[in-house]
């Protein structure tokens, strides 16, 4: 167990649509990276969230967006679902200055 | 932007026998190289790293080695058992703290009993 956690498990939603994930940091680690996994593939990093600022994106439209509270839980938004995005969604939580990214189990998102 | 290639995707060995799967890297100003367990319904697992200063790291039965020259890394299992059974992935980052991993496709690795 990492001590990183992700809610819900599973999501439906439709085209169109717009969704959040949560997820929450190992203890005492205040940095925290989103990745998209698609079937077969390896994560794709989308964005990284310090001391609640957004702090490098990957290749990934604005309708995806984040946010990092105080308490070191993040959000994960996705605006406008396209059938594309149905993937799986982890969050991989840091130490400041570290190499080692502890991951959580993921949000299945599927877009219908 | 860093590319990572990883071969092979699929892997079958003998229970027992040793697993080798091999990662190349294009950025050559990568010095971070995590590899990943996942399995089924999980989120990756992280089982070994290394940095560009090592060329080689063990941890019992799983060690990697790192060739900086050539760009690539692999990692092997010996003595595999059938819980090693799941999909590894390769990573490579800047290694400075806090970068993005840039991951390899997987190698679905399957122990035959």
């Known amino acids: 167990e990492t001590g990183v956690t992700q809610s819900p498990t599973h999501l439906i939603k439709t085209r169109g649509q717009q969704v959040t994930l949560r997820c929450s940091s190992q203890?005492?680690?205040?940095?925290v990276s989103w990745y998209q996994q698609a079937l077969g593939q390896g994560p794709q990093f989308i964005f990284q969230?310090?001391?609640?600022?957004?702090?490098g994106r990957g290749n990934f439209p604005p309708r995806f967006s984040g946010l990092q509270f105080p308490n070191y839980s993040s959000e994960l938004n996705v605006n406008a679902l396209e059938l594309d995005d149905s993937a799986l969604y982890l969050c991989?939580?840091?130490?400041?200055?570290?190499?080692?990214?502890?991951f959580g189990p993921g949000t299945r998102l599927t877009v219908l | 932007g860093e590319n990572v290639e990883q071969h092979p995707s699929t892997l079958s060995v003998q229970e027992g026998d040793s697993a080798v799967i091999k990662c190349t890297y294009s950025d050559s100003a990568s010095n971070y190289f995590p590899w990943y367990k996942q399995e089924l319904g999980k989120g990756p697992q992280l089982i070994i790293d290394?940095?560009?200063n090592v060329g080689e790291k063990k941890d019992q039965r799983i060690a990697v080695t790192l060739n900086k020259t050539a760009k690539h890394f692999s990692l092997h299992i010996t003595e595999t058992q059938p819980e090693d059974s799941a999909v590894y992935f390769c990573a490579a980052s800047w290694g400075f703290g806090n970068e993005k991993l840039t991951f390899g496709t997987g190698t679905r690795l399957t122990i035959i009993p």
């Open positions: 969230y310090y001391r609640e600022e957004e702090n």
């Open positions: 991989a939580s840091s130490l400041e200055g570290t190499d080692t990214q502890y």
């Open positions: 203890s005492g680690h205040n940095t």
């Open positions: 290394i940095r560009s």
